[in-house]
T-cell receptor, first 115, second 114 residues
Framework: GNSVTQMEGPVTLSEEAFLTINCTYT??????LFWYVQYPGEGLQLLLK?????DKGSNKGFEATYRKETTSFHLEKGSVQVSDSAVYFC??????????????FGSGTQLTVLP | GAVVSQHPSWVICKSGTSVKIECRSL??????MFWYRQFPKQSLMLMAT?????????EQGVEKDKFLINHASLTLSTLTVTSAHPEDSSFYIC??????????FGPGTRLTVL
């Protein structure tokens, strides 16, 4: 079945530091890949996505590139802000018809950015 | 983007009582909605897929008689936790896919069972 392995946290960075959160996946076919962000006490918000190999998703300074050869979708940001403090989830949606709408999530990575 | 709401946002109940959580898609129709459970500092675990006009599909290990799901209309799904116990305390999140298959998540409902 599908699975997502995400870098364990928590991650603590100083403001303006470079961020990388690793994410690798296992899936058959050609899944779509996502990063979601969850702020304290809230539901998940889509941060960015990529639907095919070599696609780069980007939003709010965050980027992730769909690498099929390494089955990875690492999240990066060049300069984090205190407001980026949240939990980040990597997720995939399978390409087979039976799992067309279902998401599989990684374990989540807590990011804390200090001023 | 599309909006999904949940009600209530938090609820505290006594052990043995039942609690109903609503999930609504506010500006789009959803024939399918998903219910997740999230324990503190853990990921989301899919509990069941709610299907409008038919029975819900439960994931392995989820008791369908305990977690009753009703997809009453194209914009409303409800999750009822029956005879709740402290171990059912958790953060429950629903999501609904748009016609473009993008998932929109509700803000979650925190259930505390005393």
């Amino acid at each position: 079945g599908n699975s997502v392995t995400q870098m364990e946290g928590p991650v603590t960075l100083s403001e303006e530091a470079f961020l990388t959160i690793n994410c690798t996946y296992t899936a058959t076919g050609y899944p779509s890949l996502f990063w979601y962000v969850q702020y304290p006490g809230e539901g998940l918000q889509l941060l960015l996505k990529a639907t095919k190999a070599d696609d780069k998703g980007s939003n709010k300074g965050f980027e992730a590139t769909y690498r099929k050869e390494t089955t990875s979708f690492h999240l990066e940001k060049g300069s984090v802000q205190v407001s980026d403090s949240a939990v980040y989830f990597c997720a995939l949606r399978g390409s087979s018809s039976g799992s067309a709408r279902q998401l599989t999530f990684g374990s989540g990575t807590q990011l804390t950015v200090l001023p | 983007g599309a909006v999904v709401s949940q009600h209530p946002s938090w609820v505290i109940c006594k052990s043995g009582t039942s609690v109903k959580i609503e999930c609504r898609s506010l500006d789009f129709q959803a024939t399918t909605m998903f219910w997740y459970r999230q324990f503190p500092k853990q990921s989301l675990m899919l509990m069941a897929t709610s299907n409008e006009g038919s029975k819900a599909t439960y994931e392995q290990g989820v008791e369908k008689d305990k977690f009753l799901i009703n997809h009453a209309s194209l914009t409303l799904s409800t999750l009822t936790v029956t005879s709740a116990h402290p171990e059912d305390s958790s953060f429950y999140i629903c999501s609904a896919p748009s016609v473009y298959n993008e998932q929109f998540f509700g803000p979650g409902t925190r259930l505390t069972v005393l």
